[in-house]
C-alpha cells in the first residue's frame, strides 16, 4: 500500500546532487553570494534594528525598502540612465549615483517615520497586545505597496543600467568586477559606520538603553519615543543604501510587490545572524546569500535557493535558538 | 464546610461584580454595544442562547439562497461561490485560531497544511494523477491525517523555539511546501490537477449537485463542517488540552513550572489547526476542482493570520467573523477593483489601532466551569444542582484564566 503510494513520486528523480558543477563554480557563487548577501544584511539591518528596540517584526520594512527602490529608478531614469550603459563622464555618473543614493535615503526614511507615527505609535499608546503590531503591520504593507501600485501601475519599472561593470581582477579563476567589489564595500562601511553610531554616539546610547529596558531608560531621561523614531527612520536610511545596490545589481524588475519576497530573505538573514545584532545582520545576509547560491548550483535549480536558506536557517536555530551571533542590541558593549 | 465555605464564594461573587462594573465603565467610550450585547448574552439561560444560536444558524444556512441586496457580490462576483469563499476562509480562521488564538503561536506559514489538504484531495481523485484513486469524500479525512502529520513534523523540531524565532521557521515552512509543489515533477507545479473529485450526486438534469460553478451546495457543506468544527474546537477549549493551551499562551515559563507539559500540548495545538487547514484545503480544492501550486503564496497565510487577529485571536466566533470578513470585502468591493486591496491595507490598520483586540475580543472566564459558574459569579439566580459549596474555594474570579 506505501510502496503503491510513494512509487509514483519516486519514479523520477526530483532531487539530484550536482557536485562537480558546485566544485568547478564555487568561487563564482561565493563572490556572487557575497554580493547578494550584502544587499540582505543592508535590508535585514533594519528588521534588527526595530526588533530589537520595539521586540516587533516590522513587516513593512520591506515596502521601505522598495519605495527606496523605486526612489532610485525615479531619479536616475529622469537624470537619462536607461536600460543600455550611459555614455556621459564618470564624473557625472558617479554624481548621478550620490543624487540617486541620497534621494533614496530620503524617501525610505520618510516612509519609515511615518509608518513609525501613523501605524505604530497609537498603538504603543494603547498597550496593544504585540501581535496587533504585526497585523498592523501587515496592513500598512498593504497600503503601502497598492499605493505605489496606483502611482506606478502593476508593470516592472524598465531597467537602469548604471554603469559598464568591467572585472578587475580574478581569484582562483573566477573574474571579480567592480560592481562586486564596490557592493560588498560599501555595505560593509555602512555596517561599520551604523555599528559605530549605535555603539559610540549619545543617541547610539539611548537606543541601546532603550532595547535593554524601555522603562527604565525612561526613568533616566531617554526620550523614549524619539529613540524609536531615530531607529526606524536609521533603518530606512540603511534600507535606501541597499535600494541602491539592489538595483545595481538587479537593473530591471523594480516592482510594487517585489520587495516582500526580498524581505522576508532578509528577515530570515537578521534572524539567522542573531536578530537584535547589528553585526549579526550582515553575518546572516552574508551566510544566507552564499548559502542559497550554493544550494542552487547544487541542486541545478533556482528554485531550491529559497529552500535551502529555510532549511538552514531551521538547522541554525534548532542548534543555536538565538542566531549566530546571539546577543540582544542592548546587551551589545559600548 | 460549606458554612466557611459559603461567604468565600459570595465574596468573590462580589469582587467579581465590582470588577464586572469596573471594566464596563473602562470600556464606556468604545465598545459598550458589543459589551452590552454580551452581557445580554451571557443572561440568556442555556436554551434560550440555543434557540438563539438556531435562529443564527438557519440565517447562515439561507445566505446564498436570500441574496440580500447590499450584502450580495453580484453582478461582479457570484453570490453562491462568495459565500463559499467566506466559509472556507473562516474554516480556516477557526483552526488557525486554535494554533495562534488559544497556544499564542505565531504560524505565518500555515497555508502550507492548507496546500497539503489540497494537494492530497487532488492526488487521489483527479485523472492526473497516477496515485491511488479513492472518493472524494474518503479523501477529506485522508486530508486531514497528512496534513496533521506534516503538522508534528514540523512541530517537533520547530516547537522548542519562542514567539518570533518561530514565526519566521513556519514562515520558511510555508515557502518551502510551495516551492517543492513546484520542483517535485509528481506535483505538476504550476499545470496542476484537474478534474478534482466531488461528493457524490446527481441533479435532475444530469448535473452533479457539487458541480464546480454551484457554490451553493459546497457552501451548505463546508458550513456544516464549520459548524462541527466549532462544536468539537469548543469542548476542547473548555477541556484540560484548552486550559493548557491557555496558560501556555498567557506564560510558557509560569505553565512549565505549573506542571504543563508545554511542548505536548504545543504540538497538539500545532496538529489539530494543521488538520484543520487540511479540512479547508480539501475542500477547496474539491469545490475549485483544479490545484496547483500557484494559490499557496506567503500572502495568503498572512491574510489568514489578519482574519485571526481581525475577529479577535481566542475567540471562534471572532475567528469565523473575520474570516468571512477578509474574503467578504475583496469580493464585495469589485467596482473599485484596483483600489480594495488599499482600503484593505488601510482597513486592517484603522481597525487595529481603534480595536485592538479584535472585533469580537477574546474575555476573560472561567474555562473550567463553563456556563454555570459564570452566572453564580456574576449573581445571577440560577438553579444549581450542587450545593453553594461545591464550588471550590480556589476558584477565586481573580485567577480565573483570561480568554
Known amino acids: 500500500m506505501l510502496e503503491l503510494l510513494l512509487r509514483p513520486a519516486m519514479e523520477n528523480d526530483w532531487i539530484s546532487f550536482d557536485v562537480p558543477s558546485l566544485i568547478q563554480n564555487f568561487w563564482s557563487a561565493t563572490f556572487d553570494g557575497l554580493t547578494f548577501g550584502a544587499i540582505y544584511g543592508l535590508v535585514a539591518l533594519g528588521y534588527t534594528l526595530v526588533y530589537g528596540v520595539l521586540n516587533l517584526i516590522n513587516f513593512a520594512h520591506s515596502e521601505v525598502f522598495i519605495t527606496g527602490c523605486y526612489a532610485v529608478v525615479l531619479v536616475l531614469s529622469s537624470l537619462g540612465f536607461g536600460p543600455s550603459a550611459p555614455t556621459m563622464s564618470v564624473g ?36 496593544a497586545p504585540r501581535l496587533v503590531f504585526l497585523i498592523t503591520a501587515i496592513g500598512a504593507s498593504f497600503t503601502i505597496q497598492y499605493t505605489i501600485y496606483l502611482v506606478r501601475g502593476a508593470n516592472p519599472e524598465p531597467a537602469i543600467t548604471m ?78 543604501v541597499g535600494a541602491l545596490f539592489y538595483v545595481m545589481l538587479v537593473p530591471s524588475g523594480v516592482q510594487y510587490s517585489g520587495g516582500f519576497v526580498l524581505g522576508v530573505k532578509a528577515f530570515a538573514a537578521a534572524v539567522l545572524g542573531g536578530i537584535g545584532n547589528v553585526r549579526g545582520a550582515l553575518l546572516g545576509g552574508l ?25 538552514i536557517l531551521v538547522l541554525v536555530l534548532l542548534v543555536k535558538p538565538t542566531g549566530i551571533l546571539g546577543t540582544s542590541l542592548g546587551r551589545s558593549k559600548a | 464546610m460549606s458554612m466557611v465555605d459559603g461567604p468565600k464564594v459570595s465574596a468573590g461573587a462580589e469582587s467579581a461584580r465590582l470588577g464586572a462594573d469596573a471594566s464596563s465603565v473602562r470600556t464606556t467610550a468604545k465598545g459598550t454595544r458589543t459589551q452590552r450585547l454580551r452581557d445580554r448574552w451571557n443572561d440568556l439561560t442555556r436554551p434560550q442562547q ?56 505565531l504560524d505565518l506559514g500555515y497555508v502550507a497544511f492548507f496546500a497539503v489538504g489540497s494537494y492530497t484531495s487532488a492526488m487521489l481523485t483527479s485523472p492526473d494523477s497516477p496515485f491511488l484513486h479513492i472518493p472524494y ?35 520558511g515552512f510555508g515557502e518551502i511546501v510551495r516551492i517543492l509543489a513546484t520542483i517535485i515533477p509528481a506535483m505538476k507545479g504550476q499545470v496542476g490537477f484537474q478534474n478534482v473529485g466531488r ?175 459564570y452566572r453564580r459569579i456574576v449573581g445571577k439566580s440560577d438553579p444549581l444542582s450542587q450545593p453553594p459549596g461545591a464550588l471550590p474555594p480556589s476558584v477565586d474570579p481573580g485567577a480565573a484564566v483570561t480568554r
Request: with cysteine; hydrophobic share 55%; charged share 10%.
Open chain 1, 92 to 127: 557625472l555618473i558617479i554624481l548621478s549615483l550620490i543624487l540617486a543614493l541620497v534621494a533614496a535615503m530620503i524617501v525610505s526614511a520618510i516612509v519609515a517615520y511615518l509608518l513609525e507615527r501613523v501605524a505604530y505609535r497609537p498603538l504603543r499608546r494603547r498597550n
Open chain 1, 163 to 240: 554603469f559598464r561593470t568591467s572585472p578587475i581582477f580574478d581569484v582562483f579563476g573566477t573574474l571579480i568586477t567592480d560592481q562586486q567589489i564596490l557592493i560588498v564595500v560599501a555595505a560593509v562601511i555602512t555596517m561599520i559606520a551604523t555599528d559605530q553610531f549605535i555603539r559610540r554616539s549619545r543617541t547610539g546610547r539611548g537606543i541601546r538603553a532603550v532595547a535593554q529596558d524601555p522603562d527604565t531608560a525612561t526613568l533616566m531621561g531617554v526620550n523614549r519615543d524619539r529613540i524609536i523614531v531615530i531607529t526606524f527612520v536609521v533603518g530606512g536610511i540603511v534600507a535606501g
Open chain 1, 287 to 311: 551566510l544566507l546569500g552564499v548559502i542559497g547560491n550554493y544550494g542552487q548550483i547544487l541542486l541545478g535549480n533556482s528554485q531550491w535557493t529559497d529552500v535551502v536558506a529555510f532549511v
Open chain 2, 50 to 105: 440555543w434557540l438563539w444560536l438556531i435562529v443564527v444558524v438557519v440565517l447562515a444556512y439561507l445566505l446564498p439562497v436570500l441574496n440580500i441586496p447590499i450584502l450580495t457580490t453580484a453582478p461582479g462576483n457570484d453570490w453562491p461561490l462568495a459565500c463559499f469563499s467566506m466559509a472556507s476562509f473562516a474554516l480556516i480562521a477557526v483552526g488557525l485560531n486554535i494554533v495562534v488564538g488559544y497556544a499564542g503561536l
Open chain 2, 137 to 171: 469524500l474518503w479523501t477529506i479525512p485522508v486530508a486531514m491525517a497528512v496534513a496533521m502529520f506534516f503538522g508534528v513534523v514540523l512541530g517537533i523540531p520547530t516547537l522548542r523555539l519562542r514567539g518570533d524565532y518561530l514565526a519566521i521557521v513556519t514562515l
Open chain 2, 199 to 373: 461528493p457524490p450526486g446527481v441533479a435532475a438534469d444530469g448535473i452533479p449537485i457539487f458541480a464546480n460553478s454551484n457554490g451553493t451546495p459546497w457552501y451548505w457543506l463546508t458550513l456544516t463542517v464549520i459548524l462541527i468544527v466549532l462544536l468539537l474546537v469548543g469542548n476542547l477549549e473548555r477541556s484540560r488540552v484548552g486550559r493548557a493551551w491557555v496558560a501556555i499562551r498567557e506564560d510558557e515559563d509560569a505553565a512549565e513550572i505549573m506542571g504543563v507539559p508545554t511542548f505536548k500540548y504545543k504540538v497538539w495545538a500545532f496538529a489539530i489547526g494543521a488538520a484543520v487547514g487540511g479540512l479547508s484545503g480539501s475542500l477547496f480544492a474539491g469545490q475549485v476542482g483544479f490545484v496547483n501550486n500557484q494559490k499557496f503564496d506567503v500572502q495568503s497565510s498572512i491574510l489568514f493570520l489578519a482574519a485571526v487577529v481581525l475577529g479577535g485571536a481566542g475567540n471562534k466566533v471572532g475567528a469565523v467573523l473575520g474570516g468571512a470578513l477578509v474574503a467578504y470585502i475583496p469580493l464585495r468591493f469589485t467596482a473599485i477593483a484596483d483600489y480594495k486591496y488599499l482600503i484593505f491595507g488601510i482597513a486592517l490598520v484603522v481597525i487595529m489601532i481603534f480595536r485592538s483586540k479584535g472585533l469580537l475580543p477574546a474575555r476573560q472566564r472561567l474555562l473550567a466551569y463553563g456556563h454555570q459558574a
